[in-house]
């Protein structure tokens, strides 16, 4: 199987519509650690315990007290050469859509456009009793002045959370509609730091195939679509990612 930067340049290269689907692997390279590595989030505290909108709703001061830092921490990151080379290749017009499981917004900071956010992003805080909607910045000026550490909505005194979604919560409808939109007309899809193990989103790359498009695959740890993908690297996002930029400029120019 085809496993190198030229590789992935070429298969890019001769697609007509091309997108893109990221997981949590694509930002372990800014400082931020993913969910289920062995240095994950997820071995460290039970999901289900602070992620969860159950939580949410019972015990939001617990919710808060886990959420509150990850903010600071996701604020505080910068994006590294693999969102860079990925906006690149959109500029390019090799990428066209841009899904990302990511709620760090590295990818718009980065400098990408048209992207579906299918587990929410940090830039809004929310109330979802009366549906008002405020700037993370509001966010986080409510939970760290009340007493109790959990911003609660102007309008009715409901706690509110972030634009993030939890353990429990519906995806947005709108988000997973423009992703499988994008996979339906997609002729090939680049799968980064994704395990494709959280459904609905890991049934995108089945769309694409199951219309003859091609799939490739960059993660460090295994997928259970690595043995029908065209091309599967390993290693470093930021890397090969920059490494199939320089290809790419020299198959198109």
């Not at 992207?115 to 940090?122: D, F, K, N, P, Y």
């Not at 986080?140 to 972030?162: I, Q, T, Y």
């Not at 090939?188 to 609905?200: T, Y």
Request: contains cysteine; hydrophobic residues 40%; charged residues 25%.
């Amino acid at each position: 199987m085809p496993n190198t930067p030229d590789d992935l340049a070429r298969l890019l290269a001769g697609a007509d519509h091309a997108i893109c689907l990221t997981g949590a692997g694509m930002s372990t390279e800014s400082g931020i650690p993913d969910f289920r590595g062995k240095d994950g989030v997820w071995q460290k505290v039970n999901p289900m315990e602070v992620a969860n909108m159950q939580t949410f709703l019972t015990d939001p001061r617990r919710f808060w007290e886990f959420h509150r830092p990850r903010i600071d921490m996701l604020s505080g990151v910068e994006p590294n050469p693999a969102h860079v080379a990925i906006a690149e290749m959109q500029r390019r017009g090799v990428l066209k859509t841009l899904v990302t499981q990511n709620i760090d917004r590295l990818h718009s900071k980065a400098g990408a456009s048209d992207v579906v956010e299918v587990h929410g992003s940090l830039s809004r805080g929310q109330c979802l009793q009366c549906r008002t909607m405020i700037t993370l910045e509001e966010l986080v000026v409510k939970a760290d002045s009340a007493d109790d550490g959990v911003p609660r909505c102007n309008d009715c005194d409901f706690p509110l959370k972030s634009g993030v979604v939890m353990f429990g919560e519906n995806l947005p409808v709108a988000e997973i509609t423009a992703a499988y939109d994008a996979a339906e007309r997609a002729d090939a899809i680049l799968v980064v730091g994704s395990s494709l193990q959280v459904a609905p989103v890991s049934e995108l790359p089945a769309v694409v195939q199951g219309r003859g498009g091609k799939l490739a695959i960059l993660t460090e740890g295994d997928t259970p679509y690595d043995a029908t993908a065209d091309v599967r690297l390993r290693g470093k996002a930021g890397v090969q990612l920059t490494e199939t930029v320089t290809a790419l400029d020299a198959l198109l120019n």
